[in-house]
């Protein structure tokens, strides 16, 4: 399975266009070492051809150039041939669909996604009528707990990740609002959870990371208080969805000692101090032999 990190950033990206906070000024200015990041979007493939999106940025277009194995080629007639086969939303949140809409001239898209995401897209964002009156889209239906099989042996599982958080365009407390992946590939038997939105590791969500090879979890903020403690917001990183990294019960504590090859960190906020290469916070997460997601950022399981 070959994994391509196309943006490791929330949304905004980083810098954030608005945001003044000390890590976006760094990057700016240069007076500190952190690499800009763009919105959070992960490609798979099974065979380094043929690739799938794992959510879909604002910035996708910009990703996808930038990374060659994703470029069209003419096939023996003077078609287009494009790598792209579908494209996975683990939520229906903005910075994860809003790309949707810049992949409309590919002739039709390939569109994994659960019941709550779909009805969200189509009654509460509009986002997907909208898509579908400029391309033909299939919608394939992501069902929490059915394996659901792909391309040369690759299959993957979608298992619910619980969220309280305020439901912007329908009801809250609905079961596939937020969902996490686990990929396998079968020849291999290595397994990527891609779970880049998660509120509380519940021993259900935890489960899902037995036999994990490699792990890209969400990392928005480093502490609870984060932005209220820059002005930014009135909320709590949970509130707003997601667990912090540091702190007692945080994705920290949790998560490093598990025996898994690899945990990175992606979909970081700009207000994160671990954006920043010579952070303390940045070594703490190293030190527990953790990593952090940058643009580019390549695996092969």
Same mark, same amino acid.
Not at 178 to 186: F, I, K, Q, S
């Given at each position: 399975?070959?994994?391509?990190?196309?943006?490791?950033?929330?949304?905004?990206?980083?810098?954030?266009?608005?945001?003044?906070? #000390?890590?976006?000024?760094?990057?700016?200015?240069?007076?500190?070492?952190?690499?800009?990041?763009?919105?959070?979007?992960?490609?798979?493939?099974?065979?380094?051809?043929?690739?799938?999106?794992?959510?879909?940025?604002?910035?996708?277009?910009?990703?996808?150039?930038?990374?060659?194995?994703?470029?069209?080629?003419?096939?023996?007639?003077?078609?287009?041939?494009?790598?792209?086969?579908?494209?996975?939303?683990?939520?229906?949140?903005?910075?994860?669909?809003?790309?949707?809409?810049?992949?409309?001239?590919?002739?039709?898209?390939?569109?994994?996604?659960?019941?709550?995401?779909?009805?969200?897209?189509?009654?509460?964002?509009?986002?997907?009528?909208?898509?579908?009156?400029?391309?033909?889209?299939?919608?394939?239906? %992501?069902?929490?707990?059915?394996?659901? #099989?792909?391309?040369?042996?690759?299959?993957?599982?979608?298992?619910? %990740?619980?969220?309280?958080?305020?439901?912007?365009?329908?009801?809250?407390?609905?079961?596939?609002?937020?969902?996490?992946?686990?990929?396998?590939?079968?020849?291999?038997?290595?397994?990527?959870?891609?779970?880049?939105?998660?509120?509380?590791?519940?021993?259900?969500?935890?489960?899902?990371?037995?036999?994990?090879?490699?792990?890209?979890?969400?990392?928005?903020?480093?502490?609870?208080?984060?932005?209220?403690?820059?002005?930014?917001?009135?909320?709590?990183?949970?509130?707003?969805?997601?667990?912090?990294?540091?702190?007692?019960?945080?994705?920290?504590?949790?998560?490093?000692?598990?025996?898994?090859?690899?945990? %990175?960190?992606?979909?970081?906020?700009?207000?994160?101090?671990?954006?920043?290469?010579?952070?303390?916070?940045?070594?703490?997460?190293?030190?527990?032999?953790?990593?952090?997601?940058?643009?580019?950022?390549?695996?092969?399981?």
């Amino acid at each position: 399975m070959w994994v391509r990190v196309l943006g490791s950033a929330a949304g905004g990206g980083f810098p954030q266009w608005n945001c003044a906070c #000390p890590a976006c000024r760094a990057v700016r200015d240069g007076s500190r070492p952190a690499r800009p990041r763009t919105q959070s979007s992960v490609a798979v493939s099974p065979d380094g051809r043929r690739w799938l999106l794992l959510n879909a940025s604002p910035d996708v277009q910009a990703q996808m150039a930038s990374f060659p194995a994703l470029h069209p080629s003419s096939g023996p007639d003077g078609a287009r041939v494009v790598p792209l086969q579908a494209v996975l939303l683990t939520d229906a949140e903005l910075d994860h669909t809003l790309g949707l809409l810049l992949l409309r001239e590919g002739g039709g898209l390939v569109l994994h996604a659960t019941e709550a995401t779909r009805d969200t897209l189509c009654d509460g964002t509009s986002l997907l009528r909208t898509l579908e009156a400029y391309c033909p889209v299939e919608w394939r239906p %992501v069902v929490p707990g059915a394996d659901v #099989p792909l391309a040369d042996g690759l299959s993957y599982r979608a298992f619910d %990740v619980p969220t309280t958080k305020r439901a912007r365009f329908g009801p809250g407390g609905r079961s596939g609002r937020v969902v996490g992946y686990r990929l396998t590939d079968e020849r291999s038997g290595r397994v990527l959870v891609h779970l880049p939105v998660v509120q509380e590791l519940t021993a259900a969500v935890l489960g899902e990371l037995d036999g994990c090879s490699c792990l890209l979890v969400d990392g928005t903020c480093w502490s609870d208080d984060e932005l209220i403690r820059l002005g930014l917001a009135g909320r709590t990183a949970r509130e707003m969805g997601h667990l912090p990294i540091s702190g007692p019960g945080g994705s920290l504590e949790q998560l490093s000692p598990l025996p898994i090859r690899r945990t %990175v960190y992606v979909h970081v906020n700009n207000t994160n101090p671990i954006l920043l290469e010579d952070a303390p916070e940045r070594r703490t997460v190293e030190q527990h032999g953790m990593e952090v997601a940058v643009d580019g950022l390549e695996l092969q399981l």
